[in-house]
């Protein structure tokens, strides 16, 4: 019973061993790497046209609006996945990419109006040759989304929409409110 026991330790011992010597890459690193996110703030120049954004006509990023950007390099044939998230109260309008990148994108998720994208990012095939990364710079639009009702010290949203009929004011719903007494006791 004790040489069975000692026989399988060994045996998967050997096999642990084997499944690691395999795992292990026989040429370079193909990791894509990324560069830390940066934020562009208002006024400054828009670095990409956006599609799907009509840009102000001085180009510059307007008010309420943030870009942020990721340098990434990925060697082809190479897929990575990277999830960009904006500044919390931000919510993204579109992505854009530098005109010269050499790398394109596919969103996995629904990203407009949200405050992260998931990309699968990959090398053109076609602008960088085998054996090669391909760099670029993958921009994210945001503006800064609707305040919640009574943040900014009791004041309303203009767009604040009630999502209920319950009155705000009483606390009571409207048919309820409709059901009590008047206070002059008239009806």
Same mark, same amino acid.
């Given at each position: 019973m004790q040489l069975r026991t000692s026989l399988r330790r060994t045996a998967s011992l050997v096999a642990a061993t084997a499944a690691a +010597?395999?795992?292990?890459?026989?040429?370079? =690193?193909? =990791?894509?790497?990324?560069?830390?996110?940066?934020?562009?703030?208002?006024?400054?120049?828009?670095?990409?046209?956006?599609?799907?954004?009509? /840009?102000?006509?001085?180009?510059?990023?307007?008010? %309420?609006? #943030?870009?942020?950007? +990721?340098? !990434?390099?990925?060697? #082809?044939?190479?897929?990575?996945?990277?999830?960009?998230?904006?500044?919390?109260?931000?919510?993204?309008?579109?992505?854009?990419?530098?005109? #010269?990148?050499?790398?394109? !994108?596919?969103? /996995? %998720?629904?990203?407009?109006?949200? #405050?992260?994208?998931r990309l699968t990012l990959f090398a053109d095939r076609n602008a960088v040759a085998a054996g090669q990364s391909g760099h670029g710079t993958i921009y994210v639009l945001a503006r800064r989304a609707y305040l919640p009702s009574g943040s900014l010290s009791g004041t309303k949203s203009a767009t604040e929409r009630p999502t209920s009929l319950r009155d705000r004011t009483s606390g009571l719903s409207s048919a309820s409110a409709c059901s009590q007494p008047s206070p002059s006791g008239n009806g």
């Open positions: +010597v395999v795992a292990l890459p026989g040429g370079p =690193a193909t =990791a894509a790497t990324f560069e830390p996110a940066r934020i562009i703030a208002p006024g400054a120049t828009l670095p990409v046209d956006f599609p799907g954004y009509r /840009e102000p006509a001085d180009d510059r990023l307007p008010a %309420n609006h #943030r870009i942020v950007a +990721v340098g !990434a390099t990925i060697a #082809r044939g190479e897929r990575a996945e990277r999830i960009i998230t904006v500044p919390k109260g931000f919510r993204i309008v579109t992505l854009g990419f530098a005109e #010269r990148s050499r790398i394109g !994108a596919r969103a /996995e %998720n629904d990203y407009r109006g949200r #405050r992260s994208v």
